[in-house]
């Protein structure tokens, strides 16, 4: 059986629909992709800590730093990776830093779905929750997050300079940082 | 027919690679849409749930783990004040007032995105670190090697494209409102570039 002539022009519209839903499906996919990375590089870097925690303390920023594009040189982080499809996750943070800080969730698409800084707290105290849509139940933490995907990322970011004292002061805030099933 | 089959093969196969390819050529070649303030633009809907598809997809390639606007405002520039591309071999000077925000940050990166290699770990310049005149300006040099050593220096190496990105954290409201309006930092080349 060989294709006639006059079915090209349908297989012509068929490929070009497939290069859309393919254009489409490459633009969807590239953040989905990225984060998928840094979750699962995240969670094992968690894991391999055996801190206890569940929360990774990356080393100061500098330019040997080449997992995540556009670090900002003057952060120090800290990362929890999580899942909340079948637990909820906790977080708490009780500190006495008193430059900036930050506690950003990001979603599995990398949305940034949620943020409180310092100013936001500023006893220095954060106790979150946070839920997957499918699994919103009461707890004790102080607040409730509904994340939008079950897979996500927990960014801290605090402000730091060259004083060692600042930089010690920072440690031991980032340190404080925990991530746990709820 | 194994012709017209090879034919109907390659056809779709081409499909699949140019939509592919044009997908990643938009993501990377076209510039990203947003408010210009001077030659440094922010695009307002980074981190937020907001973004539409082409959006989402630069910032993960460029800017992944954003915040959003309300805690941060992110203006990045690749070229100077004379439109020409910024290069890491050139030497240029960077000069403006601080921005109206809780803390600043003006930092280099390379065409990659990531930083600058140098011995010194100076990479940026930041509310912390800037000297202010007596006009209340500050002034910083980007170049291979220091020259004025009263400036504060942040070194590049290689060559090739060179970003510049402007973090704002905690911008004012009336900054959030009309990101337009910063009073942006100038970015003058100083001679030839080798």
């Known amino acids: 059986m060989s294709i006639a002539p006059r079915r090209w022009p349908v297989h012509v519209l068929l490929a070009l629909l497939v290069m859309a839903l393919t254009h489409a499906l490459t633009v969807w996919a590239i953040p989905r992709l990225i984060m998928d990375r840094i979750i699962t590089l995240g969670g094992g870097d968690a894991a391999m800590q055996q801190s206890g925690t569940g929360v990774y303390l990356p080393p100061p920023t500098d330019h040997t730093q080449r997992r995540i594009v556009m670090p900002s040189p003057d952060l120090l982080y800290a990362t929890c990776a999580f899942d909340v499809s079948e637990r909820p996750l906790r977080v708490t943070l009780d500190t006495r830093y008193d430059r900036y800080w930050s506690i950003a969730l990001y979603a599995s698409n990398s949305d940034n779905f949620f943020v409180i800084n310092d100013r936001d707290a500023p006893d220095g105290r954060v106790d979150l929750l946070v839920q997957s849509p499918k699994y919103v139940g009461s707890s004790a933490a102080a607040q409730s997050v509904t994340a939008p995907t079950h897979r996500g990322f927990l960014l801290m970011r605090l402000l730091v300079n060259d004083d060692p004292v600042v930089r010690a002061a920072a440690e031991a805030a980032r340190q404080a940082l925990r991530c746990s099933d709820a | ?194």
């Open chain 2, 1 to 194: 027919m194994r012709r017209s089959v090879a034919q109907l093969t390659l056809l779709y196969l081409a499909a699949v690679v140019i939509g592919v390819a044009s997908a990643w050529l938009w993501l990377t070649r076209v510039g990203m849409s947003g408010v210009d303030a001077g030659i440094w633009r922010t695009n307002l809907l980074a981190g937020s749930r907001e973004a539409d598809a082409y959006t989402r997809a630069r910032i993960a390639l460029g800017a992944v783990l954003a915040l959003d606007r309300g805690e941060t405002l992110y203006y990045t520039t690749d070229h100077d004040n004379e439109g020409n591309t910024l290069r890491a071999e050139c030497r240029y000077r960077i000069d403006g007032t601080p921005p109206p925000a809780r803390w600043w940050s003006i930092t280099a990166y390379a065409a990659d995105h990531f930083l600058f290699a140098n011995a010194e770990r100076r990479y940026s310049i930041s509310g912390e670190n800037a000297l202010l005149d007596d006009a209340g300006r500050f002034a910083a040099l980007i170049s291979p090697r220091s020259g004025d050593p009263d400036m504060p220096w942040i070194p590049t190496s290689g060559t090739g494209g060179m970003r510049l990105t402007l973090r704002l954290y905690g911008a004012g409201e009336p900054l959030q409102r009309d990101p337009g309006a910063l009073a942006a930092p100038s970015v003058k080349r100083l001679g030839d570039c080798p």
